[in-house]
């Protein structure tokens, strides 16, 4: 029963003795109970369980910060963080997709600095563009991503995903 109510991205603990049977392997399941989220949250079992950013999640979050301060222009330096003060929680674990580039874990935190790194690295070749506006720019243009994906463990794209898509659900965050 279990094992047939389990849904996408359930996680079952088991216990089992392995045994042969006419040589060949004949594993004996003992015991099996389902796992939330909240128990392997901070666990290094989660880590096994998902692909993770390879940088480090507290070090990309500390330099997302550090890129909203560095914003001169007051307005748009608060916007962003409102953003953030929103969606904080759930943009430091998102996938940047469910396929493509930064599809697992921290992978939208992930994108979104090394967007912001090179936004830094092109801003001195291009003195006419607004600095502030082009990196505030870069560190919302996927928010929505928080909204059109779902799922902690198994991503897919939610309803209002399928619907309206992360750049339309993206400007009614940062509106």
């Known amino acids: 029963e279990l094992f047939s109510n389990l849904k996408d991205g359930g996680v079952v603990r088991a216990e089992l003795r392995v045994e042969y049977f006419q040589d060949r392997l ?3 399941l003992l015991r099996a109970e389902s796992i939330t989220l909240d128990q392997l949250s901070g666990s290094p079992l989660l880590a096994n369980l998902v692909e ?3 940088e480090d999640a507290d070090a990309l979050w500390n330099e997302f910060q550090q890129h909203i301060a560095t914003i001169a222009h007051a307005e748009l330096r608060a916007t962003v963080q409102a953003v953030l003060d929103e969606i ?3 943009f430091r674990t998102a996938p940047a997709a469910v396929a493509m580039h930064h599809a697992y874990r921290h992978g939208l935190l992930e994108h979104t600095c090394h967007m912001a790194r090179a936004c830094r690295a092109l801003l001195p070749l291009y003195p006419e563009v607004d600095a502030d506006l ?3 720019g870069i560190l ?3 928010t929505g991503k928080v ?3 779902q ?3 198994v991503t897919s794209r939610s309803r209002k995903g399928i619907l309206q898509g992360h750049v339309v659900l993206g400007y009614q965050l940062v509106r």
Request: proline residues 10%; glycine residues 10%; charged residues 20%.
């Open 88 to 90: 904080g929680a759930q």
């Open 134 to 136: 082009a990196l505030a």
């Open 151 to 153: 799922g902690d463990l």
């Open 26 to 28: 004949s594993p004996k």
């Open 52 to 54: 993770t950013a390879p």
């Open 147 to 149: 909204i059109e994906y």
């Open 140 to 142: 919302v243009h996927d």
